[in-house]
Structures are given as C-alpha cells and as structure tokens.
T-cell receptor, first 114, second 116 residues
Framework: AQSVTQLDSQVPVFEEAPVELRCNYS??????LFWYVQYPNQGLQLLLK??????LVKGINGFEAEFNKSQTSFHLRKPSVHISDTAEYFC????????????FGQGTELSVKP | DAGVIQSPRHEVTEMGQEVTLRCKPI?????LFWYRQTMMRGLELLIY????????DSGMPEDRFSAKMPNASFSTLKIQPSEPRDSAVYFC??????????????FGPGTRLTVL
C-alpha cells in the first residue's frame, strides 16, 4: 500500500526567506507525485507534478520540487516566499493503474509573516 | 471552462436529515472523485468514478453514504441520515486521461457541511 508523510504540520517563516516543505512517500512500485496548494476557504490547486524525466520539477508561483527515489522524498522548495504564499500544502502520490486515485499527506500549513 | 462546480457551497442541517451534495465535473473529464476533509482525518478519498461507473468506494465510511453519477456531467453524494460527525468540507474533483495530463485532478471549491 502507498502512504505519504508530510513531516511538518506547521511551518512559520518570514517574508522573503527560503522555505522547504518535506514529503516522504512509501510505495513498492513507481508512483507519480504531486503538490497541491489550498488557500483559505478554497479548493485544492495543483502546484506541480512529477510523472517522469527530470527529477527537478518547476511549478507555479516560483515553487519547485525534487524527486529523490533513493530517499523516497519529494520536498517542495521556494527561495523567497511572499505573504500570499500563506496556505496549506498537500503532497500526494498516485499509481497509474489506480486510475488517478490520489493518496494525500496530512498537509503542511505554511504561515508567512512580515 | 468554468471548472468543477459544486453546490451548495454551505449546508447546515439537523441530525437525522438527508443531505445531498452536487457536482458538475469539467466537460470532457472521464474521472470524478469525492473527497472529505476534516481537521482530524485530513483529506480522504470517499469514492471515484470512471465513465460514470463507480470504481472504488472503499473510502465510503458507512451505508449512510451513497454516491451516484447518472451521466457524464453530474454526480451526487448523499448522506441519509446525517450525523454531527459528518460535518466536514466535501470536495469533488475531476480528471481525464490525456498524455502527461493524466492524473491531474481539478478540484471544486467544496461544500462545507455542518450537521447540528
């Protein structure tokens, strides 16, 4: 069975500082990996995804993530955060054969302070 | 495209009442997913459909929950009877199989359900 662990439930950071949100997954087969963002009172929006190819994936709003197969990680990074990045971030995995079924982590609440 | 549409956006009901949540997926999408989000359990997949057929309903918590997809543009999630522990935000999402876009799910804004 697949599972996703987001190691930090809350990450407070000051504006313009770098940030890393950590995600580890468990699976016996190859997976697809995703990061979604949820702004207050909204649905989830895809930030970026890894399906194959380059292990460094760039997404929207200046975010990027690196797939590390040996460490089964898919950490999300941004070199300089803005107040508007305050949101909840979800890491997710999917198997092709599951027809798009996503398994989500518990989420990390990113709080950017001035 | 208007995106995934959910209604109502907010629902307040009393314990024991029937609740029906509605979802209109993005046109052309062949997968539809229902999720529940709570503080305690996070995001849980309840059920998903492919071409209007339920594929996996293992996440449906109990027989009080049922979901249907009578056609490609409409799905319902029904709770009968509702209980206070069903209070949550319910999300609908849709996706389609097309090249590298496979598995990208587009989420609706959610329905916030409060059962008193």
């Amino acid at each position: 069975a697949q599972s996703v662990t987001q190691l930090d439930s809350q990450v407070p950071v000051f504006e313009e500082a770098p940030v890393e949100l950590r995600c580890n997954y468990s699976s016996s087969v190859s997976v697809y990996l995703f990061w979604y963002v949820q702004y207050p009172n909204q649905g989830l929006q895809l930030l970026l995804k890894y399906l194959s190819g380059s292990t460094l994936v760039k997404g929207i709003n200046g975010f990027e993530a690196e797939f590390n197969k040996s460490q089964t990680s898919f950490h999300l990074r941004k070199p300089s955060v803005h107040i508007s990045d305050t949101a909840e971030y979800f890491c997710a995995v999917s198997l092709l054969l599951q027809g798009g079924k996503l398994i989500f982590g518990q989420g990390t609440e990113l709080s950017v302070k001035p | 495209d208007a995106g995934v549409i959910q209604s109502p956006r907010h629902e307040v009901t009393e314990m024991g009442q029937e609740v029906t949540l509605r979802c209109k997926p993005i046109s052309g999408h062949d997968y539809l997913f229902w999720y529940r989000q709570t503080m305690m359990r996070g995001l849980e997949l309840l059920i998903y459909f492919n071409n209007n057929v339920p594929i996996d309903d293992s996440g449906m918590p109990e027989d009080r929950f049922s979901a249907k997809m009578p056609n490609a543009s409409f799905s319902t999630l029904k709770i009968q009877p509702s209980e206070p522990r069903d209070s949550a935000v319910y999300f609908c999402a849709s996706s389609h199989v097309l090249g590298s876009s496979y598995n990208e799910q587009f989420f609706g804004p959610g329905t916030r359900l409060t059962v008193l």
